[in-house]
């Protein structure tokens, strides 16, 4: 039996996007503009060192996930916010953010840090019903990544923003 070949018809030549132009062998924890589209400014909320294991825990993650997307969404930047969600390679997130200046975001950010790491209660959208693998969630290490990151980033300027 013969391995099938990937259908190229449709797509000639990948293009080489952004986040892999980035030389991950010098990036380190904090928070970076990884690229501006227009209006849309994407961080990189790199709370783990690439190529370093560990890397973040699925289920605290995810808690982390659903803390920091909940928060940045309530918070006085709501309306500037476009999307906040996990990188694939499990060393941070992205917040793309629309119409809102640099040192708003880390400040929001710092108070996003402090609000996880003091999480008590319910998480937000935990349920079956809101929640695709809702069974996958760890609090404690998500409030522990918090804690982590916010020590990290406690004294980040806007000066310090580019990798």
Known sequence: MSEQQPKTSQCKALNKIKSFEVDHTKIHKGIFISRIDDDIVTYDLRMVQPNLP???????????EHLLATYVRSSEISSNIVYAG?????????LLT??????????????????????EGGLPGESEVECGNYLDHDIPK?????????????NWTVKMINY
Request: net charge neutral; aromatic share 14%.
């Open 54 to 64: 560990p890397f973040l825990e699925n289920a605290g993650l995810h808690s982390f």
């Open 86 to 94: 996990p990188m694939g390679c499990r060393t941070g997130f992205y």
């Open 98 to 119: 629309r119409n809102i200046d640099h040192a708003t975001v880390i400040s929001t950010l710092k108070e996003t840090m402090k609000f996880i790491a003091d999480f």
């Open 142 to 154: 998500a409030k522990e990544y918090a804690r982590e990151f916010l020590d990290v980033i406690k």
